[in-house]
Nanobody, 125 residues
């Protein structure tokens, strides 16, 4: 079992920055770690993911060049640095962990077994 707790969300003006944190506890194999986001009435979409074996990272086109993933393995914490934020980045952001590699790939929600409770990000114009 893996427990994921997000923090760092908030309200910011367009062009600003936020850093989200995801603290993981418990043990199980984790092949993928990722950040997803969701707005009311829409599907949960993958924002950025990392394969823990090899360290390959994957970014949604909408955030490339603006968002960056990092990890502190000593603290079992994953971070999402979000720069140049836009109103369309407004969403609930979720941390997720997936136990196995899947054909759906690291940015698909079906690849994930464990989810945090989410942290809200609001970007005003």
């Amino acid at each position: 079992q893996v427990y994921l707790v997000e923090s760092g969300g908030g309200s910011v003006q367009a062009g600003g920055s936020l850093r989200l944190s995801c603290a993981a506890s418990g043990y199980t194999s984790r092949y993928y770690m990722a950040w997803f986001r969701q707005t009311p009435g829409n599907e949960r979409e993958g924002v950025v993911a990392i394969e823990t074996v090899g360290g390959d990272e994957y970014y949604a086109d909408s955030v490339k060049g603006r968002f960056a993933l990092s990890e502190d393995n000593d603290k079992n914490t994953m971070y999402l640095q979000m720069n140049s934020l836009k109103p369309e980045d407004t969403a609930m952001y979720y941390c997720a962990a997936g136990r196995w590699a899947t054909r759906a790939g690291p940015l698909s929600k079906v690849s994930y077994n464990y989810w945090g409770q989410g942290t809200q990000v609001t970007v005003s114009s």
